[in-house]
T-cell receptor, first 111, second 115 residues
């Protein structure tokens, strides 16, 4: 059973701070990693994807991947109240198979 | 990014009736579409994977005779909830992916309420 683990939270951070969201996965053969944001009552939207070890930055978002530790994270700099949402980690084991989603971490940015 | 639409966005029906939900990729051809269900305060649960022109692959515990999936073209997949009951009330979300790309693009979801 391929698993993706996330702390469900809520994770509360003050406005302007860095929010750090973490995710671990069980399938060592996983190749692609995604972060989705889901607002309450809405469907997920893709924020970032990462394939290689290291960091990938896009605006205020940085995805970090460590395949040896089977760990992927998302950093949100200068957090805003509009960033308050549930963040889903998703892992693809390759071969265009289904993606496995974590339970999601609820982020609350306090003004 | 690629756009995926769903119709209807919400539906209320009586117990025992069937409901059809459409999922369309508007500006790309989706070789694979996925159907998810999400209950309140829970994560996405994959129901089935649908490839164009072939039978859907259902996840364990999902009744294929109750949740009928048709993927007749590269831009359209449908989910029919047959003989719906109140416990089928949920948020149904489809997603689509293109061959050679890993990203899934999600539709806006359909909220089903069965009375």
């Amino acid at each position: 059973q391929k698993e993706v683990e996330q702390n469900s939270g809520p994770l509360s951070v003050p406005e302007g701070a860095i929010a750090s969201l973490n995710c671990t996965y069980s399938d060592r053969g996983s190749q692609s990693f995604f972060w989705y944001r889901q607002y309450s009552g809405k469907s997920p939207e893709l924020i970032m994807f990462i394939y290689s070890n290291g960091d990938k930055e896009d605006g205020r978002f940085t995805a970090q991947l460590n395949k040896a530790s089977q760990y992927v994270s998302l950093l949100i700099r200068d957090s805003q109240p509009s960033d308050s949402a549930t963040y889903l980690c998703a892992v693809d084991s390759g071969g265009y198979q289904k993606v496995t989603f974590g339970i999601g971490t609820k982020l609350q940015v306090i003004p | 990014g690629a756009v995926v639409s769903q119709h209807p966005s919400w539906v209320i029906c009586k117990s025992g009736t069937s409901v059809k939900i459409e999922c369309r990729s508007l500006d790309f051809q989706a070789t694979t579409m996925f159907w998810y269900r999400q209950f309140p305060k829970q994560s996405l649960m994959l129901m089935a994977t649908s490839n164009e022109g072939s039978k859907a692959t259902y996840e364990q515990g999902v009744e294929k005779d109750k949740f009928l999936i048709n993927h007749a073209s590269l831009t359209l997949s449908t989910l029919t909830v047959t003989s719906a009951h109140p416990e089928d009330s949920s948020f149904y979300i489809c997603s689509a992916r293109v061959r050679n790309y890993n990203e899934q693009f999600f539709g806006p979801g359909t909220r089903l309420t069965v009375l």
